[in-house]
C-alpha cells in the first residue's frame, strides 16, 4: 500500500472524534519538529519556527518561514463528521434492553447507521481520587453498539423507503443487562485513577477500518473522509513544505453544525492566533491583505447511478483531481482572482483539476470558507477531494485524488 494511503489509514483509525483528531495531529506536528504553544502563556516566536496551537477539538499550526511583513498562505478544515452524540443522561432502558439515547449530529445520512458495528469515543469530565476535575479522551475501540433495522417482514415496504424517526429508530443497543449505565462504563475505561464521573461528550462511530476497494485498487472506502482526509493532506503539505512563505493550517470543529462556538470557524480561533503572531494593528492588516486562503473540504463527484443530479458541464469525476467549487450565493469563497491563482498553480504542475457549481434548482453546502474569509478579509478559494455518499457513515473517493491533492496543496504553499 502507497504510504499516504497507509498514512491517512492510520490517522483516520486514531481519531475517531474531533478532541482524537487534534491529538492525532499534534502528534504528527511535534513528530515533524512543530512546537506546541498553549493559549493561556506568552508567546516567543521566532522567525524559522514551526508551532500549533489547540483548542478544544480544533487545531491551529503554523510555520513562519519568512519576511514578517509577507503574507500568509492558510489551508483549512474540519475535524467534526456528521454522526449520532449521546445526551447527556445517555442510558435508555426500554423492552427489556439497555440503548443509549442520542441526538442527531449535523447532516447524517441516517439510513447508512443501521446494521453497522459501533464503538464510542470522546472526551470525559471526573473527579480523581483527590477529588481534583479532569478531562480525559475516551476511546472503547471495540464494538460496543448496534442499531438493528426492522426485519423486512415486520415492514413489508422498507424497499419503498420510510421516513426515519431518530427519536425512536436511532437508539443504538448496548446490551441486555438493565442494571448497568454508561457512566459505570466510562469510569471503568478511564482505571483506578478516576473516582467520579461527572460528564461527557460520546459520539459513536463504526469500527470497521477504511480499506481499498476496486479492481486495481482505486477507491477508498472509510469513515469520516469528510473531512479528516483534508486534515491530513493540510498536515502532510506543512510538514513536507520546503517553502520559504509564511504557512499556517487551520482545523476546525463544529462545522457541520454551522461552525457557531469558540472552537468553530465562527468564533475568533483563528483571528486570536493571528494577532498574536502580528500584535501590530497597521502590520497584521498589510500582511492579510497579501495572504491566500484556501479552505479545503469533500465534493460531489458525479455518481454513476444518478448522473442527472449534477449540472452537466460542472460534474466532476472520482480521480480527476481538486475541484474548484464555486457558488453564486458565496457558500463557497471562490472567485476568478482566487481560482485563477490556483489553476495557474495547476497548469504549472501538470495537475488536473475540476469544476464543481451545484445545479440550478438544488441548494449547495458550505464550508468553513466563507466564515473564516469574511472574518479575516481573506481571498482564497475552495477546493475539494471528490467523494461518493457524502455524509454516509462510510464514503468512498479515489487514491489517485489524494495524490494529485497533495501536489496541487504543495504548490499552494510555496509558488508565487
Ligand atoms: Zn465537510
Redesign the pocket.
Known amino acids: 500500500m502507497k504510504k499516504r494511503v497507509q498514512g491517512l489509514f492510520s490517522f483516520l483509525k486514531s481519531s475517531p472524534t474531533p478532541g482524537q483528531v487534534v491529538q492525532s495531529s499534534k502528534s504528527l506536528l511535534e513528530a515533524a519538529g512543530f512546537v506546541a504553544l498553549g493559549e493561556r502563556t506568552t508567546w516567543k516566536l521566532k522567525r524559522g519556527g514551526a508551532y500549533l496551537v489547540e483548542r478544544g477539538g480544533s487545531l491551529i499550526a503554523f510555520r513562519l518561514a519568512g519576511k514578517a511583513e509577507e503574507g500568509f498562505r492558510i489551508l483549512g478544515a ?1 475535524t467534526d463528521s456528521p454522526g449520532l452524540k449521546v445526551k447527556p443522561r445517555g442510558d435508555l432502558k426500554k423492552s427489556g434492553h439497555w440503548s443509549l439515547s442520542v441526538e442527531v449530529y449535523g447532516g447524517v445520512l441516517q439510513s447508512s447507521w443501521f446494521d453497522r458495528d459501533l464503538s464510542l469515543a470522546g472526551q470525559v469530565a471526573y473527579l480523581d481520587n483527590q477529588g481534583k476535575a479532569q478531562l480525559a479522551l475516551v476511546d472503547f475501540k471495540r464494538p460496543l453498539a448496534i442499531i438493528p433495522n426492522l426485519a423486512i417482514h415486520l415492514r413489508p415496504k422498507a424497499n419503498e423507503g420510510w421516513k426515519i424517526e431518530p427519536q425512536k429508530e436511532l437508539s443504538p443497543l448496548l446490551g441486555l443487562d438493565k442494571k448497568g449505565s454508561l457512566k459505570e462504563l466510562l469510569l471503568k475505561e478511564l482505571g483506578p485513577d478516576a473516582k467520579t464521573l461527572l460528564d461527557f461528550d460520546m459520539l459513536l462511530y463504526p469500527t470497521e477500518p477504511a480499506t481499498l476497494v476496486g479492481v486495481e485498487e482505486e477507491f477508498i472506502s472509510g469513515a469520516r473522509l ?2 479528516l482526509a483534508s486534515c491530513f493532506l493540510n498536515i502532510e503539505a506543512l510538514i513536507a513544505s520546503k517553502s520559504n512563505k509564511n504557512q499556517l493550517i487551520v482545523l476546525n470543529d463544529h ?2 453544525v454551522g461552525s457557531g462556538s469558540a472552537v468553530g470557524a465562527g468564533g475568533n480561533f483563528l483571528e486570536s492566533v493571528l494577532s498574536r503572531i502580528l500584535p501590530e494593528p497597521e502590520a497584521r492588516a498589510q500582511v492579510l491583505a497579501d495572504s491566500w486562503f484556501c479552505s479545503l ?2 465534493a460531489h463527484a458525479l455518481h454513476p447511478n444518478h448522473p442527472e443530479m449534477h449540472d452537466p458541464e460542472h460534474a466532476p469525476l472520482l480521480g480527476g483531481g481538486p475541484v474548484i467549487k464555486s457558488n453564486a450565493g458565496q457558500s463557497y469563497i471562490t472567485d476568478a482572482q482566487a481560482s485563477g491563482f490556483f489553476q495557474k498553480l495547476c497548469l504549472q504542475n501538470k495537475i488536473p483539476y475540476q469544476h464543481f457549481a451545484v445545479r440550478s434548482d438544488l441548494r449547495c453546502g458550505s ?1 468553513i470558507g466563507p466564515l473564516t474569509a469574511r472574518q479575516l478579509g481573506l481571498k482564497g478559494l475552495d477546493l475539494g477531494l471528490p467523494s461518493l455518499a457524502m455524509h454516509s457513515i462510510r464514503e468512498t473517493i479515489a487514491v489517485a485524488d489524494l495524490d494529485h491533492m497533495a501536489a496541487a496543496l504543495k504548490a499552494w504553499l510555496a509558488e508565487d
Open positions: 474540519h469528510d473531512n462545522e457541520e473540504d469533500n464550508t
